[in-house]
Every structure is written in C-alpha cells, then in structure tokens.
Antibody
C-alpha cells in the first residue's frame, strides 16, 4: 500500500528555519516526482514545490522561491522541504503528495496526513 | 497563472439526491483537471483525474465531465459520508499547479 508520512512541523518564530520530511513506502520511490502542498487554516490547498524522480529538476511557487528548498534522498525514500526565513503567512498544514503517474502533467495521489507548521513569535 | 473558480461555495443537498459542482478555468486546461474530496480533519483524496476518469476505488456515482475551461463533478445518490469540501485542480499549465477555492457539500 502506498504511504507517505510527513514530520518536522511545529511552532517557529518569524525569520527562523525548519526542515520537513516525508518518508515514502509501498512504491518505487525513484520512479515518481513528489510534491509539497500546503493548506492554510480554512483555505484551499496551495502547491509549494515539486522535485523530479531523480532530483534533477525542481520547481517552486513564487510565494516560497528563494526561501524554501526541496530535496530528496532516494536511498532513504525521503523527501525534504527546508523552510528558511519563515513568515506568518507560511502557517499551514504541509502535505507531501506523489505524482499520480510518471510525467509532469499530473495530479497528486496519494497525499500524506500532513504536518502543521505555525509561524508565530 | 491559471485561476480556478468553483461554484457554488456551499451546497446543501438531501441524502439520495444529486449534487452538481462546477469548476471554471481562466484559460483552457484541456482535460488536465482533477477533483479531490477533503473530509474534515483529513488530507485531500483524489476522486477524478483527466476530467472524467475515476481514481482507484472511487464509486461510480462520482462523475466528472467537461474539457477546456468548464468542468462539472456530479455526485448521485448522496450519502452522509459525502459531506466534505471538494476541490478542482488544473495540471495543464504549470508551475504553478493551481486549485479552486473549494465547494463545501453539506448533506441535510
């Protein structure tokens, strides 16, 4: 069964850093791009970043470009999101989600259960 | 950026009836459109992809139609478990991948 489990969320002060992790199981990790998607309280999902199956390509939303970094360790079946210089507007549940199939024009399936990041002084 | 607009914002329907949810894209997205269901406290779950193809284990009463800029999700024979927020998402023109603001479906 395909499974994604996020961790690393918590309360962080504005301007500080945090690293999120997403551990995958139940599928060949190296075959799929993986996304980060966030959802602020009471809002719809917002795509954050994606990394290709081999780590060669990555793309970011304008709202996080230059502050967040996506990476992956295929030997550990793990995706990461480094959050630097966080802002209150970054407060959200962060989900990792697998690409539905192995090409870029794709939706997200499945999603992990999410990890909450709260930016507050 | 492709802007996705969903209507209505809230829909209240009786059990056994049919619900019709709409999604409009600001430019054509071909059939690269997905629908997700998000129950309270849970992660989104893929229902429909390629505008009309049901995802694994999704019941046949969930039907997606449309192409280009206008899409519809129809849920027939509504059950209490269908109470959720439903989001559409385009994956034709990226980055960014973009979502609608959601339709909250309430079962009376």
């Amino acid at each position: 069964q395909v499974h994604l489990v996020e961790s690393g969320g918590g309360v962080v002060q504005p301007g500080r850093s945090l690293r999120l992790s997403c551990v995958a199981s139940g599928f060949i990790f190296t075959n799929y791009a993986i996304h980060w998607v966030r959802q602020a309280p009471g809002k719809g999902p917002e795509w954050v970043a994606v990394m290709s199956h081999d780590g060669a390509n990555k793309y970011y939303a304008d709202s996080v470009k230059g502050r967040f970094t996506i990476s992956r360790d295929n030997s550990k079946n793990t995706l990461y999101l480094q959050l630097n210089n966080v802002r209150p507007a970054d407060t959200a549940v962060y989900y990792c989600a697998r690409a539905h199939s192995s090409n870029w024009k794709n939706c997200f399936d499945p999603w992990g259960q999410g990890t909450l990041v709260t930016v507050s002084s | 950026e492709v802007v996705m607009t969903q209507s209505p914002a809230t829909l209240s329907v009786s059990p056994g009836e049919r619900a019709t949810l709409s999604c409009r894209a600001s430019q054509t997205v071909s059939n690269n459109l997905a629908w997700y269901q998000q129950r309270r406290g849970q992660a989104p779950r893929l229902l429909i992809y390629a505008a009309s193809t049901r995802a694994t284990d999704i019941p046949a009463r969930f039907i997606g139609t449309g192409s280009g800029t206008d899409f519809t999700l129809t849920i027939s024979s509504l059950q209490s478990e269908d109470s959720a927020v439903y989001y559409c998402q385009q994956y034709n023109d990226w980055p960014p991948y973009t979502f609608g603001q959601g339709t909250k479906l309430e079962i009376k």
